[in-house]
């Protein structure tokens, strides 16, 4: 499987973005898709988790109601909506897929992506 994460860029504090994750390969392996993100010197945080079929989401609890995962498992794609953006948000998010159950744990994701730089500038 391969992914390819898309849609970072440079915003102002309170703005919003959209990122995407498109998937090739054998897709009918992979249970759930995962966003994770990281910042130099720091561990990669998980952000959110579907499953492909889209029936289940997860996210990590700070940043539920701002962040939303979706995913269009017909054109393969995973969204990632990000609204109300934060310095602190300003990361290199990671879209990743598992083949077991939706989890925040990144060593059970076995398929990453490149990354996609999000800044938020103040």
């Known amino acids: 499987v391969q992914l390819q994460a898309s849609g970072g860029g440079v915003v102002q504090a309170g703005g919003s973005l959209r990122l995407s994750c498109a998937a090739s390969g054998r897709t009918s392996n992979v249970f759930g898709m995962g966003w994770f993100r990281q910042v130099p010197g720091k561990e990669r945080e998980f952000v959110a988790a579907?499953?492909?079929?889209?029936?289940?989401?997860y996210y990590q609890d700070s940043m539920k109601g701002r962040f939303t995962i979706s995913g269009d498992n017909a054109k393969n794609m995973v969204y990632l909506q990000l609204n109300s953006l934060e310095p602190e948000d300003t990361a290199l998010y990671y879209c990743?897929?598992?083949?077991?159950?939706?989890?925040?744990?990144?060593?059970?994701?076995?398929?990453w992506g490149q990354g996609t730089q999000v800044t938020v500038s103040s």
């Open positions: 579907i499953t492909w079929s889209g029936s289940s989401t």
């Open positions: 990743a897929a598992t083949l077991g159950p939706l989890t925040r744990y990144s060593h059970r994701y076995y398929y």
